[in-house]
């Protein structure tokens, strides 16, 4: 699959293919849901393929993906009965062993063999750790695609032994497109409020659609604008994010909110800036401890809600 404005990512990466020596480490970086892992698995198909070899249409052997687990035996069930599961929250040190393991054995149909890690940015201390000896001492014919929706969450030595390629945002008129194409059963107000959410995402706009996010989104625009001194928007802000929201639907929903304050710092006086900013810095670190804190789904809506009332002026604690 092509996707838009990955144009010069491949031209990047075939000049790179079509030269006398591959790099053997490559990061991916760009906001989450612009299509980097599509480009990586395709990428890794050009380089596996080898002249004279069949290769499978389907899984491919010697391209192996490390990605986030089940969170336990329970959601390893779920998985195996095809349920939906909840992941853990990072990509754990055996994992990397494991396929550490993997690489002592030569690749499977040809010369050639791709690990590509989804999202790399995710990897727990010591399994960055861990990788970080593959990349300095790659065996013969192994390559990293590392896909990083947060770039500077990984290690320095680490990116330094990485060719990077950037995938830049998309502007609305190309989400509005995708969500034209898409998401067809959306509404036009939802449509504008998943282009303010997307933030120069496709796969973002598109999640804010399947997550049914417009009425959190309305919510979070009246607490911006009006405060809220009874505490009604903020019960109704945890109400329509149901009783056990996902955790996809949790983190979308900070980021919305970041997209609401940020939407309202442009259009803000001056004299209403502080409170804004303020709101946004808090929002930021929120979103920072989202994936590996776990909040209590009301009690984190309600944080959200008091941090967008106090972007309206109000000087109530955050926590109520």
Not at 125 to 149: D, I, Q, R
Not at 307 to 317: K, Q, S, V
Request: some cysteine; charged content about 25%.
């Amino acid at each position: 699959m092509s996707y838009i404005g990955h144009e010069d990512a491949w031209s990047a990466w075939h000049t790179a293919l079509a030269g006398p020596r591959m790099h053997h480490g490559w990061i991916l970086a760009g906001r989450r849901g612009i299509g980097k892992m599509g480009f990586a698995l395709a990428a890794a198909r050009e380089l596996v393929c080898e002249e004279g070899i069949p290769q499978p249409s389907g899984d491919h052997p010697d391209i192996h993906v490390l990605t986030h687990l089940p969170r336990d035996e329970k959601e390893e069930k779920k998985r195996e009965e095809g349920k939906p599961y909840e992941l853990k929250r990072s990509i754990g040190v055996a994992q990397i062993r494991a396929m550490q393991q993997r690489l002592t054995t030569r690749p499977t149909l040809g010369s050639r063999r791709v690990i590509v890690i989804d999202p790399a940015d995710d990897l727990e201390k010591s399994a960055a750790n861990a990788l970080l000896k593959s990349l300095e001492e790659p065996p013969p014919g192994t390559y990293f695609l590392l896909v990083a929706h947060r770039l500077g969450r990984l290690l320095p030595t680490i990116r330094s032994r990485c060719r990077i390629l950037r995938f830049p945002d998309l502007d609305d008129a190309e989400i509005a497109r995708i969500l034209a194409r898409e998401a067809p059963q959306a509404d036009e107000q939802t449509r504008r409020a998943a282009l303010v959410a997307a933030k120069g995402s496709p796969g973002v706009a598109l999640d804010f659609v399947e997550l049914g996010l417009g009425p959190a989104y309305g919510l979070m625009q009246r607490l911006v604008r009006d405060g809220d001194p009874d505490f009604v928007l903020r019960g109704a802000l945890a109400a329509a994010a149901g009783t056990r929201p996902s955790r996809e639907f949790q983190l979308a929903a900070i980021e919305l909110a970041l997209s609401v304050v940020a939407e309202a710092m442009r259009e803000a006086r001056r004299a209403a800036l502080p409170a804004i900013i303020g709101a946004h810095e808090e929002l930021g670190q929120l979103t920072a401890q989202a994936p590996t804190y776990n909040f209590d789904s009301g009690l984190l809506m309600m944080e959200i809600g008091s941090l967008l009332a106090n972007a309206a002026g109000l000087r109530e604690p955050a926590h109520g």
